[in-house]
């Protein structure tokens, strides 16, 4: 399924589940594609619900604007909305990672309207982000290097697979990254949003999210303290709760799919 999202920027959708089930709406982060929600779209859409999975801009099938100011979080919160639209859903369950989750944070305080519920995978809110602080800044200094054109690419050419090293699905990753603009287009991202100011600006400030919320994060993630997640309660004031997955990295969905599953079938449900 092809969506027309912001800009004209066109966002490759799969859809998979009954037509009747409660919608989920899963959105990846860097470096991946809807692939890495595969074993939680098998026991979704296993449980009754239809899942809904979108190449965010950048990345995988979708479109890899040029332009950096295409990457702004923003215009992936107008794309997701286009992608509900195309698929006549008014209200869903959302669950993001990663760079999704930024965005995710967005969608569920800008159009709370739109978002009944909130799982976010290892990025907080924005705000306790920045509150997290010095530990969380040294954690962060590689997105510095990576906002960096040129100088990014030029790193990750020789650096790619010791970065994904963790990633349980480095190989088909890596191969993505690989077609022609790829790494260029996913490091947009971080150049539209992680450039030097944000390690010492304040966020914009997001109205406080109202849904219920709830934050997972990873003992074993290297980029992400547990901080940035369990401060995240402060700026929600619907039901919030926490979970810690302990043992796993970065990317928790293909590594630890069981535990994942069934943290999100019990949130959801």
């Known amino acids: 399924m092809r969506v027309v999202g912001a800009g004209g920027v066109g966002i490759e959708v799969w859809v998979e589940g009954p037509e009747d089930g409660p919608p989920v709406l899963l959105m990846h982060g860097w470096p991946d594609s809807h692939q890495l929600w595969r074993h939680q779209v098998e026991a979704l859409t296993a449980a009754g619900f239809r899942t809904i999975a979108p190449d965010l801009r950048g990345f995988g099938a979708s479109d890899k604007p040029e332009e950096t100011a295409a990457y702004q979080l ?72 990576f906002s960096l054109p040129d100088v990014g690419e030029q790193w990750l050419d020789t650096n790619l697979e010791d970065m994904l090293a963790s990633h349980p699905d480095r190989a088909d990753v890596i191969a993505n990254l690989r077609q022609p603009g790829a790494l260029s287009a996913s490091l947009g991202w971080y150049r539209a949003n992680a450039h030097a100011r944000t390690i010492v600006d304040p966020p914009t400030t997001l109205p406080p999210v109202r849904c219920p919320v709830l934050g997972v994060w990873s003992s074993h993630d290297t980029a992400l303290t547990e901080r940035q997640m369990t401060g995240s309660e402060k700026y929600v004031e619907g039901p919030w709760r926490y979970q810690r997955i302990d043992g796993a990295g970065h990317w928790m969905q293909p590594e630890v799919p069981d535990q994942v599953n069934e943290i999100l079938l019990d949130f959801l449900s």
């Not at 107008?78 to 993001?96: E, G, W």
Request: charged residues 20%; hydrophobic residues 55%.
């Open 74 to 145: 923003k215009h992936t919160v107008v794309d997701m909305l286009a992608v509900l639209d195309a698929c006549a859903v008014d209200r869903v369950r959302l669950v993001a990672h990663d760079w999704g989750a930024a965005a995710g944070w967005g969608m569920a305080a800008f159009v709370p309207d739109r978002v009944d519920r909130y799982a976010a995978l290892s990025v907080g809110h924005p705000q306790a982000f920045y509150d997290a602080g010095f530990a969380q800044r040294v954690r962060s200094l590689y997105m510095l290097l």
